[in-house]
């Protein structure tokens, strides 16, 4: 029999869950109300006030917040409550040099704590359990999110961080760890070096896959569970709301069930921003219902998907979410990691020696990403001599990987060379074709 970590919140009736979140609603406005002068100032725009907000189906009357508002109150402009309760920072790419900071309370380092468990749980991992974390540690919420979550249920972490993948395969194997938490492309990539590295499959306790931080397909599970020899699972999350384990799979591997008693969830059209028809596809919305240093309402995910309100054959009436099918803005994972071309332009902009236009390759070879950016050298700036040319592109690599994160290729093009755009400029080719597009 699986088991289910919070059974009276996860497989609560949808009335029930109706309650709670009207509940919820009400107190999460007041806080920002009264606590954060940028929430109260959208509302009073709108001319609402708190007592306008009386249930959960209220919750259409209230502003959208998206990725700008983080940048434009950089770093702690969003902070519902004094810097002295924030006992936790993480950040992630925001579209050019500044990233977005999210604060966190003790609370709501516990309740993030708890939705990973449920996801955890609803995976069969158990107390008895060795963890192997493979996202990145640091501010990237991937690693320390995943962390909290195996403590909580009493498991074993082997807080392995991103990289070193010859080493995470010998502690993988020495250890014996039941299950892994990574993104699908490096535990692909994970699977490639063992069987490269001669140790039998066998030889490894792996049964179990913690995937997310970038869209996968089902060809991926299959690959990853037959490779693996492992039951893959889907975990999502974004920064702006928690980190990984805003939602999971269970076993039924039939949709992303969402902790809604937490995040309240709504798809909307991302053109005209009204809801879409139960069960359509279009942009992801949530509302943090308990979150106290940073609480977002109706914050716009970008991330393309639909919501399934049917209870689930596993006993769940949590919503399920779809696959994310794609996003309603240009941002790009690559690695796991938050690209805008945005960034990649305002690096040119400060750079003199080139011109502000741009190229950007991305591929899979050998289940890891590539990235490659053509850039063009101004005439002035071109030399005969190889020296100079390399300490250029050194130069613009290092500036690159300083605003985004991540080392592109960089490939220098003579003037003119990029095609100018006679409307809307192309700056990406994105050969992954992860979903057929
Ligand atoms: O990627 C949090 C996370 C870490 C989730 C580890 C799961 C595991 P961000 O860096 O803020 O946070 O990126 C969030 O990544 O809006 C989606 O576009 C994408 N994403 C995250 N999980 C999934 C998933 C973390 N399971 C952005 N499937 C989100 C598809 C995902 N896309």
Redesign the pocket.
Known sequence: MAMIWNEMVECMSRDEMRKLQSYRLKNVVEHVYHNSPFYRKKMQEMDLSPNDIQSIDDIAKLPFTVKQDLRDNYPFGLMAVPMSEIVRLHA??GTTGKPIVVGYTRKDLSTWAEVVARCLTAYGITKHDMVQVS?GYGL???GL??HSGIENIGGTVIPMSSGNTQKQIQLMHDFGAKAL?C?PSYALYLAETIRESGIPLEEFQLRIG???????TENMRKELEEKLNIKAY???????IS????GGECECQNG?HLWEDHFFPEIVDPETLQPVEPGQQGELVFTTLTKEGMPMIRYR???LTTLNYEKCACGRTAVRMG??LG?SDD?L?IR???VFPSQVESVLLEMPEFEPHYFITVDRVNNTDTFQIQVELRQEYYSDEMNKMLSLKKKIASRMQNVIGIQPEIKIVEPRSIERSQGKAKHVQDNRNLFNK
């Not at 913690?210 to 996968?216: Q, T």
């Open positions: 992630s790419s996202y990237f919420t991937g999110g995943a938490a993104t913690v995937f997310g931080a970038e869209p996968w889907d975990i999502y999350g974004l920064t702006e980190g990984p384990g805003v992303t995910t970008r991330d696959r994310i996003r941002m994972i796991g990691v938050n």
